[in-house]
């Protein structure tokens, strides 16, 4: 097996992020990797914004919904000690931006966060199912216990 060197961890703010944070980082300190960091905006209104566009995370908005989703991003980044040009946040669908970012940046894993699905829950898939049909590198997903 080979060490990985540039593994991106996609985070959506919830309460199990953390854990799937702590995840990334330990995998990153073992292989002496890198860390990149993805954010996909996919619930707030932006209007003429084409999906993939990558968000400043130096410019302020006038748009309070964007500014407070900014804020979480930054806080976790800092918080995980990722440099500022391995932050992104991109408006769009997660399963497709966050391996074509992957691609677009060399990453040679993916960590994610993974729930138990049934019903009609799994009929709908996940992101998971997203990103592992669209990522050409490894995909880990974390168990998150529900
Ligand atoms: P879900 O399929 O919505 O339960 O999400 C599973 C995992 O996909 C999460 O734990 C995150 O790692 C990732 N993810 C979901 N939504 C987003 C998003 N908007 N941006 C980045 N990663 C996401």
């Given amino acids: 097996m080979n060490d990985y060197k540039n593994i991106l961890l996609a985070i959506d703010f919830t309460d199990y ?3 799937v944070a702590q995840q ?3 995998l990153t300190e073992k292989f002496n990797a890198k860390l990149s960091v993805i954010h996909v905006l996919d619930n707030i209104p932006m209007p003429d914004t084409t999906y993939g566009t990558v ?3 130096e410019s302020e908005s ?3 919904l964007l500014e407070a989703e900014k804020t979480k991003f930054i806080r976790i980044a800092d ?3 990722i440099e500022p ?3 992104w946040l991109i408006w769009g669908r997660p399963q497709e931006e966050i391996p ?3 691609k677009q940046k060399n990453i040679d894993l993916i960590v994610v966060g ?3 699905r049934h019903g009609i829950a799994l009929l709908l898939g996940s992101t998971v199912d997203g990103v592992l049909h669209h990522a050409n590198c490894d995909v880990l997903a974390v168990r998150l216990q529900d």
């Fill in 85 to 87: 040009y391995r932050r």
């Fill in 62 to 64: 006038t748009d309070e």
């Fill in 114 to 116: 993974s729930h138990g």
């Fill in 17 to 19: 992020g953390d854990y």
């Fill in 24 to 26: 990334a980082k330990h």
């Fill in 55 to 57: 968000i400043s995370l």
């Fill in 100 to 102: 074509l970012l992957a």
């Fill in 79 to 81: 918080q995980l000690k």
